[in-house]
């Protein structure tokens, strides 16, 4: 019989790099039975969905126990399927609330638990720490920092290295806006449907405000695959602004400037070395309970890896469009600002390692199959 495997990946960034890791583990195994939770990519690249992410992306205190039911019901299917399936190694991508107890049960029925892009509980939640040391038997860590943390935690742990430094940029999309009027602004607002409607307003007033100063300037909204185009509603009735999707890397390696909710297309921006500005923003109460887990002063991966703050961060009540616009009008018009941030980009993007991170991945957990390999 061949052997299985069970990946969760509860939201749009862990479907992308589960994807990749599927594809990498059936060109070691091409008779792997791969069954997951997650979405588009990891269904296309083999593996037989149990849910989609559309039902499982839900972030913050708040909206996690608005939709406690839907959850619930998620739950309790997934352990009845893990009973049925009984796979031989279970891989959990990020998505620590329901990843972690999933670990457990997983630990509980004497099945493998190898966790692929942890919990950044060394930035916040550090409590976490217990449940990962005794339900999962490694952590595959794509940020250089983050395996000596786990080590020194008596964690077993290696860095694998970041799997967008794998992602290629589509040659069919390079010139998409190869004639686009400057400035050229891109816009992100997330891949979650809370983030769309609590950012997205926010960029659309900035960019308002930043035409006063350049008539001409085009802004471009990246819209999420996994939602609909309804839930872009804030752009109605606003001056012309562009909703696109599927040509990100292409709109980020054009645009002059980016507007980001804080998550994994900073990452991606920080890749192609163009300037952008951080915007968090979540329910008031969910940030106000975060902010007592919090360990670390920064939410932008390319800050904490260069050690200091080179990307602007505007969260919670200090994301104003008033802000926004004056942060983005400094990239534009600061040469020396932008060359700069252009030079802290292109650090910490070296710092993420080398391409490959699935490949290596994929090694590792297949040592945890029972013939190990």
Partial sequence: MPNKIFIVAGELSGDLHGGKLIRALKNLRPDLQIAAIG???????????????????????????????????????????????????????????????????????????VYYISPQIWAWHQSRLKKIKKYTREVLCILPFEANWYRKHHVKAQFVGHPLLDQESPASSADLFANSSRPLIGLFPGSRVQEVKQILPIMVKAVAQLRQFFPTMEAVVAMAPNLEQAYYSALRGTPPIRLITGHNWSLMRNADALLIASGTATLEATIQHTPYVVIYKINPLSYFLARFLVRVNSITIANLVSGRRGVVELVQSKATPERIAFEIHRILTNKEYNAELRGFLAAAHARLGTPGAAQRAAQAIMRYLPNGN
């Fill in 39 to 113: 979405g588009d990519q990891m269904a296309q690249a083999g593996a037989e969905l149990l849910f989609h992410i559309r039902q499982t992306a839900f972030m913050g205190f708040v909206e996690v126990a608005r939709h406690f039911r839907i959850i619930r019901h998620i739950w309790y299917a997934t352990m009845d399927f893990l009973d049925k399936f009984r796979p031989d190694v279970v891989v959990t991508i990020d998505y620590p609330g329901f990843n972690l107890r999933l670990a457990r049960a997983a630990s509980q029925r004497g099945i493998p638990v």
